[in-house]
């Protein structure tokens, strides 16, 4: 069972910064790759950042240059470090991992965290 625990959300200034965390616990054989989408009132999921296993990283345009994706895999953990925040990036933001449970598996299963909240306003 794998299970992922976010943090770092909260209230912050316009202008300001926040690091978001996931990190996951459990019994697998590696995280391959690591992507954060959020979601604001009334809008669908988007996907913000990714970071795959050969740490390529692509970015939604409307972050990029202020947000900076990551992983640590000693430490099974994804991180998301947001930058110079706007009022439009509010939203809860969720983590996704694609884990290759054991290391016989062809495959990655998806696994979610259970978001955490990020408020940007004066």
């Known amino acids: 069972q794998v299970q992922l625990v976010e943090s770092g959300g909260g209230l912050v200034q316009p202008g300001g910064s926040l690091k978001l965390s996931c990190a996951a616990s459990g019994t697998f054989f590696s995280i391959n790759g690591v992507n954060w989408y959020r979601q604001a009132p009334g809008k669908e999921r988007e996907l913000v950042a990714r970071?795959?296993?050969?740490?390529?990283?692509n970015y939604a345009d409307s972050v990029k240059g202020r947000f900076t994706i990551s992983k640590d895999n000693a430490q099974n953990m994804g991180y998301l470090q947001m930058n110079s925040l706007k009022p439009e990036d509010t939203a809860v933001y969720y983590c996704?991992?694609?884990?290759?449970?054991?290391?016989?598996?062809?495959?990655?299963?998806?696994?979610w965290g259970q978001g955490t909240r990020v408020t940007v306003s004066s």
């Open positions: 970071i795959t296993d050969s740490e390529r990283t």
């Open positions: 996704n991992l694609k884990i290759r449970l054991t290391v016989y598996d062809d495959y990655l299963d998806d696994y």
